[in-house]
């Protein structure tokens, strides 16, 4: 018998819950099946059709890659905070805090040039991100409010000072018909890659991915990190400080959910627009989960909900069904995801 | 109309007898063969230390636990109480130690969700007067329309009563209702006691606290290692014969101490001073009050008590894992009363918790990882993005060899015995040379040769210089291996001793709240 190395196990195991992924998937896909079949749609036609129309061409693909590119940054922004036992479900607020804070660089500083403006705005998507995820933080670092209900409730909040700043200061005189602001100029949009609506974001979030996994893997944060998710009690008298890291995760998570908030206005629509986030935020905490913050998963997740989004656009036009048959799936999904007691869940703090 | 009250005098037939009572858990005999009588207008006691079996006994009586062999009688017929519905039939009523109540709750509802007759639309009125009858006839006065999580615990201790005698129970179990409870709350208890003692209610009182049962009781059973160790009358017990019973005589001497024993440098710096500490604590915690306690290079301080009289409090305002309310703490000479639990550790505290699984260790990580938590500055390399993992194996095996233990270093610790646990634990906060170790229960969960390893490796830091608080309830333990001994009751130190010139009846007098707290500084 052939003794498995930890570096094999870490495989095999990577490959179990690859496995069960996929079982997941399958099953969530046989009930929204059944979904269809009561629509009165043909469910395998409508599947079918989904992947060709995504997975079936180049340009398909392309933007399979362009809508994955915010899953995998607000899917970060749930993981990263998760590993300590914290559940942030505020991706989607602070995804808008980071569009409106990396927005105002870009309109108020548009003679910048790229080199300088684009990183600004970065940074500053970021840290509107984080300073939304800051009060939830504090109060939950103080033992005071549980963030899942914080988190949850500013998501309310979040996109409606961005409809405000929209129709109020930031207006587009230019376009009467859209509430939008102007154009941003081109030094304040992200270069895209080969010719597609692919942009470097999607660079940046991979690198992101990476680097939490790395974190989490090789570095003393993610040590102590585990320890405070693993046995908070313990971690505390290990000396580990743990209001500090709580505030800095949430407020880490909330930074990478703003940059893909920023990411998204300056790679792909080059203007902030009310609801020009169809739930990212969202999705990412559904990613997250599903692949039990691994960051491999969570590339893999990302990339499915990606089709699975498309997927809704391509079912509305060819098939007439209304766009939220795609929300049917992701909760669906969920639902087996929680459903099945066998896999490790993980514990609250 | 109130039934006529019985005589307060043990009337000839027990309310309720258990007969050669036995209940074995995995490794330890609870319950021995207990022959117990509790007649109607008695209050029993049921005196014992922990471990010694009072709980379980109780237990069994209420159908929480089944017994292994004996029978229970009640009103002299044998009866079969296999589940605490049975016993609630035969009119046994309980009150545990950890409250049963639903917090979001009102009293009124609380007490309503555990009437036997309550009807399927809740008459609230109804369950109110009740509720108001039997708080006006034994001094149980609480608000019907409180929430029971505004309540304080003495004031849930009521609602317990209450509930228990609205269901009509005759024969009421207390398990030790005074420890969660303040000094008036615990006058008022014992008021409450007396007048249903006056009406006929036979009343199991589980205790260790020798002050209350030399006060309240009627009849006092003393339990130890499971069996009677006798039955006494009041009017037949002082407290000597109490102690003499509940402990045995086994550890009247010190075992032989090491005869090089360096003497502790009591005129260097303390490594540990507290100076009129308190705390304030919540829940059921202790409030730990005015501990002055100092622990120089070099000593074991020995720190007597029954658990939870403030054991653990102590050891957490020393880590700093909880404020300190009043006084001081100083570490080394220097103020630490504001110090994080990483600054403690940092500055060299070592900290055995009394549970290495909950408090200690995170289970679904290695061996490895887990030894690293404490140390973590030691072994992060390149401003903590890289870990020298192999400088931490090295060091843990050279460890592990020196303390004699063997343990798989890549196994998650969830994997591991409780006492290889204690292992890991051990290992972890002796190993870095600390200057203060703060030890609770040592040696629990280790077999005789790991207990003795572990004894070994606290005095060999003693002999480096490390200053040791060493909390236990082994008498013998404390006695063979400290300098000096406190004995901690309810929060304040009761006594302070050197072992030569104290003994195992004088300390459990103490750790039982009697006699007269003696403080000697040494």
């Keep these: 018998m052939a003794r498995?190395?930890?570096?094999?196990?870490?495989?095999?195991?990577?490959?179990g819950g690859l496995a069960r992924s996929v079982v997941v998937f399958a099953v969530a896909l046989i009930l929204f099946g059944l979904i269809l079949v009561a629509a009165g749609k043909d469910p395998v036609r409508a599947i079918l059709e989904t992947l060709r129309s995504t997975l079936g061409t180049g340009y398909g693909l392309s933007e399979v890659l362009v809508k994955m590119t915010p899953l995998l940054l607000t899917a970060v922004a749930v993981a990263l905070p998760s590993r300590l036992g914290l559940i942030n479900v505020g991706g989607e607020g602070q995804l808008y805090m980071g569009a409106c804070f990396g927005t105002w660089v870009a309109l108020s500083f548009p003679p910048w040039p790229a080199g300088l403006l684009l990183p600004s705005m970065l940074a500053m998507g970021m840290l509107g991100g984080g300073l939304w995820a800051l009060l939830p933080a504090w109060l939950r670092a103080r033992g005071l409010v549980n963030e899942t209900i914080t988190t949850l409730l500013m998501n309310y909040v979040a996109p409606s000072i961005?409809?405000?700043?929209?129709?109020?200061?930031?207006?587009?005189?230019?376009?009467?018909?859209?509430?939008?602001?102007?154009?941003?100029?081109?030094?304040?949009?992200?270069?895209?890659?080969?010719?597609?609506?692919?942009?470097?974001?999607?660079?940046?979030?991979?690198?992101?991915?990476?680097?939490?996994?790395?974190?989490?893997?090789?570095?003393?944060?993610?040590v102590e990190i585990r320890a405070i998710g693993g046995n908070p009690q313990a971690a505390r008298r290990c000396g580990i400080p743990v209001p500090s890291y709580i505030v800095a995760a949430l407020c880490l998570g909330g930074a990478a959910a703003g940059l893909a908030g920023i990411v998204e206005v300056a790679g792909l629509h080059g203007r902030l627009r009310p609801g020009f986030s169809p739930g990212f935020g969202y999705m990412g905490f559904l990613i997250s989960w599903l692949s039990f913050g691994n960051p491999i998963g969570m590339v893999v997740m990302s990339f499915v909900a990606a089709v699975i989004s498309l997927g809704g656009d391509v079912l509305q036009i060819k098939q007439g069904l209304p766009y939220a048959v795609v929300n049917i799936l992701l909760a669906l999904t969920l639902y087996v995801v929680l459903a099945r007691p066998s896999l490790p869940r993980r514990r609250g703090a | 109309m109130v039934a006529a009250p019985e005589p307060a005098s043990p009337t000839p037939t027990p309310l309720v007898s258990l007969r050669g009572i036995s209940k074995r858990f995995p490794g330890v005999q609870a319950n021995a063969d207990v022959d117990l009588d509790i007649y109607p207008g008695e209050i029993h006691a049921l005196l014992g230390e922990n471990g010694?079996?009072?709980?379980?006994?109780?237990?069994?009586?209420?159908?929480?636990?089944?017994?292994?062999?004996?029978?229970?009688?009640?009103?002299?017929?044998?009866?079969?109480?296999?589940?605490?519905?049975?016993?609630?039939?035969?009119?046994?009523?309980?009150?545990?130690?950890?409250?049963?109540?639903?917090?979001?709750?009102?009293?009124?509802?609380?007490?309503?969700?555990?009437?036997?007759?309550?009807?399927?639309?809740?008459?609230?009125?109804?369950?109110?007067?009740?509720?108001?009858s039997i708080s006006r006839r034994y001094e149980l006065e609480v608000d019907p329309d409180a929430l029971v999580s505004q309540l304080s615990i003495g004031e849930q201790q009521k609602v317990e009563l209450i509930k228990q005698?609205?269901?009509?129970?005759?024969?009421?179990?207390?398990?030790?209702?005074?420890?969660?409870?303040?000094?008036h709350e615990v006058d008022a208890l014992f008021r409450v006691l007396e007048g249903l003692r006056r009406d006929g209610y036979a009343i199991l009182l589980i205790t260790h606290k020798l002050k209350e049962v030399l006060q309240g009781a009627d009849r006092i059973t003393v339990l130890r290692g499971g069996r009677v160790a006798g039955s006494l009358l009041r009017a037949e017990a002082s407290e000597?014969?109490?102690?003499?019973?509940?402990?045995?005589?086994?550890?009247?001497?010190?075992?032989?101490?090491?005869?090089?024993?360096?003497?502790?440098?009591?005129?260097e710096t303390p490594v540990l001073k507290l100076q009129g500490l308190s705390t304030r604590g919540e829940g059921a915690e202790t409030s730990l009050k005015d501990i002055d306690l100092s622990v120089y290079p070099g000593e074991i301080v020995g720190v007597a008590g029954v658990s939870g009289n403030g054991q653990r409090e102590l050891g957490d305002v020393i880590l700093g894992m909880t404020g300190v309310a009043h006084g001081r703490r100083i570490l080394l000479g220097e103020d630490a009363t504001a110090l994080s639990v990483g600054g403690m550790r940092r500055r060299g505290v070592g900290f055995v918790a009394e549970n290495p699984l909950t408090m200690s260790a995170v289970p679904f990580m290695t061996v490895l990882e887990n030894l690293v938590l404490t140390q973590i500055d030691l072994y992060a390399r390149r401003g903590g993005w890289a870990m020298n993992w192999d400088a931490v194996r090295a060091e843990a095996v050279r460890e592990f060899e020196r303390f004699g233990f063997s343990?798989?270093?890549?196994?998650?610790?969830?994997?591991?015995?409780?006492?290889?646990?204690?292992?890991?634990?051990?290992?972890?906060?002796?190993?870095?040379?600390?200057r203060l170790i703060v030890a609770s229960y040592l040696t629990r969960g280790l077999d005789v040769q790991s207990a003795e390893a572990a004894r070994r490796a606290l005095v060999r830091a003693r002999e480096d210089g490390a200053g040791v608080l060493l909390m236990s309830e082994d008498l013998e333990e404390l006695l063979a291996l400290s300098d000096r001994l406190v004995v901690l009751f309810a929060g304040r130190i009761a006594g302070i001793f050197c072992p030569e010139d104290t003994d195992a009846i004088r300390l459990g007098r103490l750790m039982t709240g009697g006699g007269e707290t003696e403080i000697r500084h040494g």
């Design chain 2, 240 to 267: 000597d014969r109490l102690v003499g019973l509940m402990f045995s005589r086994k550890v009247d001497r010190p075992a032989e101490r090491h005869p090089g024993r360096r003497p502790p440098a009591y005129d």
């Design chain 1, 4 to 15: 498995a190395s930890p570096d094999g196990l870490r495989w095999m195991r990577l490959l």
């Design chain 2, 165 to 183: 005698l609205l269901a009509d129970a005759r024969i009421l179990i207390l398990d030790e209702p005074t420890r969660v409870l303040a000094l």
């Design chain 2, 407 to 434: 343990l798989p270093l890549d196994a998650p610790a969830r994997s591991l015995s409780g006492g290889n646990l204690q292992r890991m634990v051990i290992v972890r906060e002796l190993a870095h040379r600390p």
């Design chain 2, 52 to 132: 010694a079996g009072k709980s379980t006994l109780a237990k069994i009586l209420y159908g929480f636990y089944r017994s292994d062999a004996g029978r229970i009688l009640v009103r002299g017929e044998t009866v079969a109480i296999h589940s605490p519905l049975e016993g609630r039939r035969q009119q046994i009523g309980m009150v545990f130690q950890d409250f049963t109540l639903i917090p979001a709750f009102s009293v009124a509802e609380n007490i309503a969700l555990f009437l036997p007759d309550l009807n399927f639309v809740m008459d609230g009125r109804a369950v109110r007067r009740r509720i108001e």
């Design chain 1, 162 to 222: 961005a409809t405000f700043l929209i129709y109020g200061p930031w207006r587009s005189p230019f376009n009467s018909m859209y509430p939008q602001t102007v154009d941003f100029v081109e030094a304040a949009r992200l270069p895209t890659l080969f010719d597609t609506r692919v942009h470097v974001g999607l660079i940046a979030a991979l690198a992101l991915v990476a680097l939490y996994g790395f974190v989490m893997r090789a570095t003393r944060w993610g």
